[in-house]
């Protein structure tokens, strides 16, 4: 399968701080999304992104789609405690998404 | 009422048990898949279906097998558990070309023992 790989694996930060996380394959993707997982729930999606180059912000949360199309990056700006969670990536090819790893925060108040 | 269920949200099970994990929609979607999540590894998908009459391995589908009931449901079973299919299941929804991603279920932790 496709392979994404998404770092930091986990970060652990002040209440307030910024954030950035990152995605990266050796594919070409269509569209980059960012999902959350909160403890206990399935993902939920943050942000879409449909071009290269594209940059997208939700709130406090701005995403990426790289120009080669091959990463995108999250930023979540101001942390506070509920953005605690796994981040996921996802890369559409085709019909299919693939994920990536996961970051798993840890924002300390 | 959850767009996505899934039951059981929990189950432990033994060695060589036949189990079924369920899947149940309300968001009028074609496609319904079937994902494993293991600590460090992400998202796998199992199976994935676009139709009613419609069934396709994912990239971990040995030791696994799908239902697609009706357009709303859409059942993982595994024949004969093993403790290596310990993980989180979800199970998730997509409209047409799934521009918007896919809508997840909470998810059913599966412990084989």
């Known amino acids: 399968g496709q392979q994404l790989n998404q770092s930091p694996q986990s970060m652990f930060i002040q209440e307030g701080e910024d954030v950035s996380m990152n995605c990266t394959s050796s594919?070409?993707?269509?569209?980059w999304l960012w999902y959350k997982q909160d403890p206990g729930e399935g993902p939920v999606l943050l942000i879409a992104?449909?071009?290269?180059?594209e940059l997208t912000s939700n709130g406090r949360l701005t995403a990426q789609f790289g120009i080669t199309r091959k990463d995108s990056f999250l930023n979540i700006s101001a942390s506070i405690p509920s953005d605690v969670g796994i981040y996921f990536c996802?890369?559409?090819?085709?019909?299919?998404?693939?994920f990536g790893t996961g970051t798993s925060l840890t924002v300390i108040p | 009422d959850a767009d996505v269920t899934q039951t059981p949200r929990n189950r432990i099970t033994k060695t060589g048990k036949r189990i079924m994990l369920e899947c149940s929609q309300t968001?009028?979607?074609?496609?319904m898949y079937w994902y494993r999540q293991d600590p460090g590894l992400g998202l796998r998908l199992i199976y994935y279906?676009?139709?009613?009459?419609?069934?396709n391995k994912g990239e971990i589908s040995d030791g696994y097998s799908v239902s697609r009931q009706a357009q709303a449901k859409f059942s993982l079973s595994l024949e004969s558990a093993i403790p290596n299919q310990t993980a989180l299941y979800f199970c998730?929804?997509?409209?047409?070309?799934?521009?918007?991603?896919?809508?997840f279920g909470s998810g059913t932790r599966l412990t084989v023992v």
């Open positions: 992104l449909y071009k290269a180059g």
């Open positions: 998730a929804t997509s409209d047409g070309p799934s521009i918007w991603g896919y809508t």
């Open positions: 279906s676009f139709d009613v009459k419609d069934i």
């Open positions: 594919s070409i993707f269509n569209t």
């Open positions: 996802a890369g559409q090819t085709g019909n299919q998404f693939y």
């Open positions: 968001k009028g979607h074609d496609r």
